[in-house]
C-alpha cells in the first residue's frame, strides 16, 4: 500500500497537495462544527444554571412573603408559586435539552476519514 501510495506522490506531486489541502479544509471544518456545538451546550449550561438560580430565589421570597403575611390575596398566590415553578422548570428543561447535545470527538471524524482513504487505496491497489 505504501508503494501504491509513493508512486502516486512521484507521478503527481499536485495530487498530493490538493488531498493535503483538501484533509486541512475537512480538519477546519470538523473542529468549527465541534467548537459550535460545545459553545450551544455550555450556553445551555449557563440557562440552565441561572435559571435554577433564579427560581431558587423566588421560591425562597415566595416562602419568606407567604410567611411574613398573615393573610395572602388568593388572587396573587398563583403568581407567587408559578413564577418559581416556571423557572425551576425551565431550568431543569435547559439542562436536559444541554445533556442531549451529543458531541463526537474531533479526532475520532478525522480517524474516520483516514480509514476511509486506506480502504479507497486499498481498492485502487486490487485489479
Do not use: H, N
Given at each position: 500500500m505504501l508503494k501504491l501510495l509513493f508512486k502516486l506522490l512521484a507521478l503527481s506531486p499536485d495530487l498530493y497537495k490538493g488531498h493535503a489541502k483538501a484533509y486541512a479544509d475537512f480538519a477546519s471544518w470538523a473542529w468549527a462544527q465541534h467548537l459550535r456545538r460545545?459553545?450551544?451546550?455550555?450556553?445551555l449550561y449557563v440557562l440552565s444554571a441561572a435559571s435554577l438560580m433564579l427560581g431558587?430565589?423566588?421560591s425562597g421570597l415566595a416562602i419568606l412573603i407567604w410567611s411574613a403575611?398573615?393573610?395572602?390575596?388568593?388572587?396573587?398566590?398563583g403568581v407567587?408559586?408559578?413564577?418559581?415553578?416556571l423557572f425551576l422548570g425551565l431550568g431543569v428543561a435547559f439542562g436536559v435539552w444541554a445533556r442531549s447535545f451529543?458531541?463526537?470527538?474531533?479526532?475520532?471524524v478525522l480517524k474516520?476519514?483516514?480509514?476511509?482513504?486506506?480502504?479507497?487505496?486499498?481498492?485502487?491497489?486490487?485489479p
Open positions: 460545545l459553545r450551544c451546550r455550555w450556553a431558587l430565589t423566588f403575611l398573615p393573610v395572602v390575596d388568593g388572587r396573587y398566590i407567587m408559586w408559578g413564577l418559581p415553578s451529543q458531541t463526537q470527538a474531533f479526532w475520532d474516520e476519514q483516514i480509514q476511509l482513504d486506506i480502504l479507497m487505496l486499498e481498492q485502487a491497489k486490487t
